[in-house]
C-alpha cells in the first residue's frame, strides 16, 4: 500500500502525465481541414496576398416605399355646411355674484351666489382659486376671471 507521500504525489502529477501522453497520442492523428474548399478561397486573402477588388457604384432607377398608404380624399367626412351653423348655440356665462369676503390670518372664506367657499372649492363649473380682501379669483376650463364684492 502507497503511503500518504506517495498518494499525495502521485495525485497532483496525474494530470501532467494526462496532457504528456495526449500530446503524444495527438501528434498522430490527422485531422480535416474545419472549413470546405470554397470558404478556403475566400479566405485565402488573410493567409496569403491581398487581392484589392475595384467597387462598382450601384445605381437604384427607382425606389418606391414598401409602405402602402391609400389616398384619402381631404372633403370625405366633412360636413358641407360651416361648423358655426352645426355647433350649438354657447350657454351665456353664468353669473358669479361675491355678497360677502372674511380674511383673517390664514383662514379666508367668501359668499358667492349663496355659498359659503374656501380657496380651493368648487361652485358650479368654477374653482375658487384666491380670495383677497374686496375680490376672488374664479379659474374654469376656458378662463380666470376676478369677481369684486357688491
Given amino acids: 500500500m502507497l503511503s500518504k507521500d506517495k498518494k499525495f504525489m502521485f495525485t497532483m502529477s496525474l494530470p501532467f502525465i494526462v496532457i504528456f501522453f495526449s500530446?503524444?497520442?495527438?501528434?498522430?492523428?490527422?485531422?480535416?481541414?474545419?472549413?470546405?474548399?470554397?470558404?478556403t478561397r475566400s479566405q485565402a486573402p488573410l493567409?496569403?496576398?491581398?487581392?484589392?477588388?475595384?467597387?462598382?457604384p450601384v445605381i437604384a432607377a427607382s425606389l418606391r416605399s414598401p409602405i402602402q398608404i391609400p389616398e384619402v380624399s381631404s372633403?370625405?367626412?366633412?360636413?358641407?355646411?360651416?361648423?358655426?351653423?352645426?355647433?350649438?348655440?354657447q350657454a351665456p356665462?353664468?353669473?358669479?355674484?361675491v355678497s360677502l369676503v372674511l380674511v383673517h390670518g390664514n383662514r379666508k372664506m367668501a359668499i358667492i351666489n349663496g355659498i359659503v367657499v374656501?380657496?380651493?372649492?368648487?361652485?358650479?363649473?368654477?374653482?375658487?382659486i384666491k380670495i383677497e380682501k374686496n375680490r376672488v379669483l374664479l379659474k374654469d376650463?376656458?378662463?380666470?376671471?376676478?369677481?369684486?364684492?357688491?
Fill in 23 to 39: 500530446a503524444i497520442i495527438l501528434s498522430f492523428v490527422k485531422f480535416s481541414p474545419g472549413l470546405p474548399a470554397s470558404e
Fill in 47 to 56: 493567409y496569403g496576398e491581398v487581392k484589392v477588388l475595384k467597387r462598382t
Fill in 75 to 89: 372633403k370625405k367626412g366633412f360636413p358641407g355646411m360651416a361648423l358655426s351653423e352645426i355647433a350649438p348655440p
Fill in 93 to 97: 356665462a353664468e353669473e358669479r355674484k
Fill in 118 to 128: 374656501r380657496e380651493g372649492d368648487i361652485t358650479g363649473n368654477s374653482r375658487v
Fill in 141 to 150: 376650463k376656458l378662463r380666470e376671471e376676478w369677481v369684486k364684492i357688491e
